[in-house]
């Protein structure tokens, strides 16, 4: 009998431990991924790569429409020593301050991405202890004139339309600029409502960089895509935690699944570790051959 009970109040309490932990998870934020949104962006992102700026200055561009129909620039910024631009302005259908930041030239792409498997860590977050990141793509945005010109196009769109969202976006180095945009209007100028969304990134920092950069954009989200080598790159090393480079969360991997005339996309949505091994990390980095590299366009990034 007194055995009994004890196997009942024994069940019980597991129960009860089952219950809170299902509990737990469900309470755990779901991670915000729009892919709405995602696509929205991924035009902004494909329009930073006009090359005539009148028409993206005026909007008239070949990619400037469908989705970002009505879109107003505010400031169009151009670093012409660093070869580097960015775009702000005003999206009136999401109500939202948009920044899109045009990664490398096409020209230089292939000696860009090789210089990027031998990149160091090499410079110091300022105010994040032991926090390493890229010195490249953090002078990129730190220390260009691209930084005051999205700050100053921030302030005024915000002036003519009042304190709405920010959202930051970019492809391949232009979302590694992205990155650090989006964590300085955070860090260094207490913004708040900012939302990033990048695609097909590089690795910007190693693990507590990550973490730092988690904690104060929990919604962030990288697109990766199947076929693109950037994500990959500066290396993973799973085996040397310290001295790697590491992904902050949370990927979204675009692939193909099926077979044959059954193929179709899906948006995996990845785990909170920021290197989850069963998103882009599963394809290995030894299958990409560095000399036949097309870097996929922004606009494919969401249909492998
Ligand atoms: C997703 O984003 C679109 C475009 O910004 C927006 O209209 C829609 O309300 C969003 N959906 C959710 C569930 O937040
Ligand atoms: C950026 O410029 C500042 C001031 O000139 C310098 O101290 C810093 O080291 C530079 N950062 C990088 C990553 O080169």
Redesign the pocket.
């Known amino acids: 009998m007194e055995r009994r009970r004890w196997l009942q109040a024994a069940v019980l309490m597991c129960l009860l431990l089952l219950c809170s932990g299902r509990e737990l998870k469900n309470k755990r934020q779901a991670p915000a991924y729009n892919s709405t949104l995602a696509k929205t962006l991924a035009e902004y992102t494909s329009a930073v790569y006009t090359n005539d700026l009148s028409q993206l200055f005026t909007w008239t561009c070949e990619k400037c429409g469908d989705l970002t129909e009505g879109f107003e620039v505010i400031d169009l910024i151009i670093d012409v020593k660093n070869c580097l631009e960015a775009y702000v302005g005003f999206a009136s259908d999401m109500s939202a301050v948009v920044v899109a930041f045009r990664g490398t030239q096409e020209n230089s792409i292939q000696n860009w991405i090789e210089d990027l498997f031998w990149k160091q860590l090499d410079?110091d977050y300022p105010g994040m202890t032991e926090a390493k990141v890229h010195?490249?793509f953090?002078?990129a945005y730190?220390?260009t004139t691209l930084r005051d010109g999205v700050i100053n196009g921030i302030q005024k769109t915000r002036e003519a339309y009042g304190n709405i969202p920010i959202m930051v976006t970019g492809h391949s180095m232009g979302g590694a600029m992205a990155s650090f945009c989006a964590l300085d209007l955070i860090v260094n100028y207490g913004l708040e409502d900012v939302t990033l969304l990048t695609f097909g990134q590089p690795r910007i920092g190693n693990a507590v960089f990550a973490s730092h950069f988690k904690k104060y954009l929990p919604n962030a989200i990288r697109v990766t895509n199947a076929h693109d080598i950037v994500p990959h790159l500066p290396p993973y090393y799973q085996y040397f935690p310290q001295k790697t480079y590491h992904h902050f969360p949370r990927e979204v991997w675009v692939h193909n699944i099926g077979l044959d005339s059954l193929v179709y996309p899906i948006e995996q949505i990845c785990d909170d570790s920021g290197e989850d091994p069963t998103c882009s990390r599963s394809f290995p980095l030894s299958c990409f051959n560095i000399l036949s590299l097309v870097n996929s366009l922004p606009a494919d990034v969401l249909s492998p």
């Open positions: 410079f010195s490249g953090y002078s730190h220390n």
